[in-house]
């Protein structure tokens, strides 16, 4: 197995992450990964031949080649048989915006939709195949995003990007181990106090959001305190005090906790840490 992420330099208020995955013949998958409901829009580019396949309990995205995976706010089985390469770009939540305003409201909907061909042609993808090295590959992709000159259009996507950076930062304090740093403020924060962040009404600072993200304030809050959930688990060892980490996320105490993480990803956190086969990103996050 061949994987690496990293960030794009000077592009980090547009792209979460690039990441690289490949897989040989002889690389066995231990358990599939299940993606968590996720904020951000991956865009993956794969070889014309090769599937893709998520299952979310109904009605499965399946197809072959190059692929973007919008806002999901569903739990996804990634189903892989290797060998298999995949070049991704996670976009920031309101980064998709910029790509395609009319691709927003798009949510759980996976395929290389006409609009993208516009942006990441055959050839360009042709080019990142030739790429002998990561260096090489992020080259590529610097150049070809300072060609598109994507640049902050609204005020709208301004106020979403400000709201989703403080929530980010707010979210570090928050839900920090050690509750000597915590900060006042939390992914919890009343709408109102985020509209006044953005000296702006609540009806504005809604109608933003679901303009540029298609997503409610709420939701959005609800998959970010999710993640750092999710991540803060896969930190732990086997044994550790649950009531604290129930506290430590805004849970009256361990079985508020369980049902919420059954109700969102059909397991309990003793199951998950058993398993640790959920994953933030498609394979960007945990090796």
Partial sequence: MITWKQSLSGFEWLIHQVWYLE?????????????????RAHLLFTPRDQQYCYQNGHQ?????????????DELLVLEDTP???????????EGLYLLHQKSIGKINQCEWFDWLETLFDAKFQDSLWQCTSQPLLIDILLQHFAQLELKPKDKAFNMVQ??????EA????????????????NT???????????????????????????LSVKKYQQMMKL?????ALYAQDQEFDWTSFS???????????????????????SGYLQQRDLTIDVYGDFE
């Fill in 60 to 72: 499965p995205f399946i197809g072959r080649g190059s692929h973007l995976l919008t806002i999901s």
């Fill in 247 to 269: 506290q430590r996320f805004g849970f009256y105490d361990q079985s508020h906790l369980i049902r919420e993480l059954k109700k969102q990803l059909d397991c309990t956190p």
């Fill in 23 to 39: 897989l040989e013949h002889d690389d066995k998958l231990d358990k599939l990964p299940r993606l968590i409901p996720n904020p």
């Fill in 170 to 185: 707010s979210q570090q304090q928050s839900f920090a181990p050690d509750p000597l740093i915590k900060g006042e403020l």
């Fill in 83 to 93: 060998p298999l390469k995949r070049i991704g770009i996670t976009f920031r939540p």
């Fill in 227 to 231: 993640e750092h959930m999710i991540l």
């Fill in 162 to 167: 400000a709201i989703t950076l403080g929530v």
């Fill in 188 to 214: 919890d924060m009343e709408i109102e106090q985020l509209a006044q962040h953005c000296a702006c009404s609540r009806r504005t600072l809604e109608r933003a959001f679901k303009q540029v993200m298609g």
